[in-house]
């Protein structure tokens, strides 16, 4: 006779080992519960998930992790003039936060939310909205069971960044984080993120651009070497808005990383682009981007930009889609996936795709993978410069396209100085 406990299935497992939140947004969770039973876990025979082995992310209980602790580098955007808002494995540490007061922005946490705020209507929202046609049940998981995060309004211009750094100190910590973001009309602001967060970590970011407001968001992932982690950011982008988005990712033994963007408003603009960088000597490494850009109005702006340097047997995979609705005329939408391998080991798996159902659009996706130009690595060498140091600043003008959509001069350059101390510390 099978045990009760082999009856159950992955998604039961897993919900059993999840305190659900009683209080705060709670129609929305019941609501992804809900959605979360229609769907299940997903598995490696779901298209979306082939590449990925998600039964890591399935478990019950994360794999252990050690904390690695970075004694030779400044914090990141440690020198920027910044609010910081500190999560410790996944819970809000107020004395490592700055005041949360700041010019143009309300800011608050989640585990503090009423049942009724600004926020009600939004929480879930657009998540619940991406699923379609796509099912992305880590997300639904995450607005079900998510214990802590921020809920931020931009009424205004932002008087600086606000930087959410994650802290990993427990190797067991499994923090499932849902942050929310509304730009009103004509607001802007600059979010930064780092910081390796647990064990195991789940995180949304639902971010509503309001009519003519702008949305930088910057964020870096690392440099825990055992990290296993799943995001999702979901996107709304209103008439004439801007929304931009930028991913550093080192080193983690698995980071599946899911944009879903949808621009409802003429004019608008939406970039979303990454780089990563993975060397399997120091542990497994696995980096999939999975993005879906919708153009439901005219004249909009979209770009995909992913660059990803593998060796030592490390894994990369790209799944990116451009949808072009019907009525969504002069559309320009352009998508790129590219891969540098170092070595005969490494792999790049890519998934472009179009979908186009207007007759007036300019769109275009491309992917390739190969490895360093021997010609200008030739030519660089010929010229005195050190195998080493012509390596890394091939690799960097490699992924210049992609850094190149950070808009802010201080914020590229922090970006670029990590990029080269990875390359330092990974020479062969």
Known sequence: MMSALEKKSPLETRLEALAIPASGFGAARKDALARLSAMGLPG?????WRWTNPAELNAPAPVPAKAFEITDEAPLFGAVERLKVVFVDGVFDAEASDD?????????????????????????????????????????????AATDGVLIRVTGQAAKPVNLVYVHKSEVSDPILHHVIKLEEGAEITILENGPAGARFNKVMEVDVGKGARFHHIRAQGRDHERRAVTGIFARVAEGALFKSFTLTVNGALTRNECVIDIVGDDAVAHVAGAALGDGATGDFLHDDTVFVTHGAERGESRQVFKKVLKHGAIGTFQGKILVKQGAQKTDGY????????????????????????????????????????????????????LDEAQGLLVLSFLADAIEEIEAEELRDEIVSRLEAWLNRHRD
Do not use: M
């Open 44 to 48: 490696r025979r779901d298209e979306y």
């Open 100 to 144: 949360l007061a700041l010019a143009g922005v309300e800011i608050s946490r989640l585990a503090d939310a009423p049942e009724v705020n600004w926020a009600s209507g939004l929480y879930g929202a657009l998540e619940a909205a991406g699923q379609t046609p796509v099912a992305r049940p880590f997300s639904v998981l995450n607005t079900a």
């Open 335 to 386: 998508q790129i996936s590219q891969s540098l391998l170092l070595d005969d080991d490494s792999q790049f798996l890519a998934k472009p795709e179009l979908e186009i159902y207007a007759d007036d659009v300019k769109c275009s996706h491309g992917s390739t993978t190969g490895a360093i130009d021997e010609t200008a690595l030739f030519y660089l060498r010929s010229r005195g410069v050190p």
